[in-house]
């Protein structure tokens, strides 16, 4: 995979979880919190991690580290 499409892949994981935890604070309960912590903070970790992934390979490719 390029690194401009691990980019957007990594800012759409953001993007999903910061919506799936817009959606959790509507309806406050045990069940909303659960998903609100597990998979909400689960795709916006992933995405953070999938972005440093790309550019620490992108800073790689160009002998900059």
Sequence with gaps: MTPT??????????????????????????????????????LILAGAALFFFAVWRVLRQTKAL
């Design 5 to 42: 499409k691990l980019i957007r892949v990594a800012a759409m994981l953001v993007l999903l979880g910061l919506l799936v935890q817009l959606v959790c604070t509507f309806f406050w309960t045990p069940g909303a919190f659960v998903i609100f912590a597990s998979l909400g903070l689960g």
